[in-house]
Nanobody, 126 residues
């Protein structure tokens, strides 16, 4: 049973930082893609970032244009955990953030991912 649990959300002022964590359980995720999505009220769920195994010892990352240069995703396979470091936060970043995983195929569409966490709320005040 694959389970993803996000944590680290909260309320922060514009310009501040937060680090989200996503703890995965149920199998080894070292070769799996880990993705981050977000959904603001009244809007579609959108891709934020992903980190995918390259097939050797490295991973490559992909970011939405709206967060490029401000957000960084990383992973610690020893702890089956992926992180999303969010800097220079803006009110437009306010959303519920979800982590998701698939079998290493990458992707930026919700339909590319098989398992999802329950989400964590991020609120950025102006």
């Amino acid at each position: 049973q694959v389970q993803l649990v996000e944590s680290g959300g909260g309320l922060v002022q514009a310009g501040g930082s937060l680090r989200l964590s996503c703890a995965a359980s149920g199998r080894s995720f070292s070769s799996y893609t880990m993705g981050w999505f977000r959904q603001a009220p009244g809007k579609e769920r959108e891709f934020v970032a992903s980190i995918t195994w390259s097939g050797s010892i490295t991973y490559y990352t992909n970011y939405a244009d709206s967060v490029k240069g401000r957000f960084t995703t990383s992973r610690d396979n020893a702890w089956n955990t992926v992180y999303l470091q969010m800097n220079r936060l803006k009110p437009d970043d306010t959303a519920v953030y979800y982590c998701a995983t698939n079998r290493g195929i990458g992707g930026s569409r919700s339909s590319d991912y098989d398992y999802w966490g329950q989400g964590t709320q991020v609120t950025v005040s102006s």
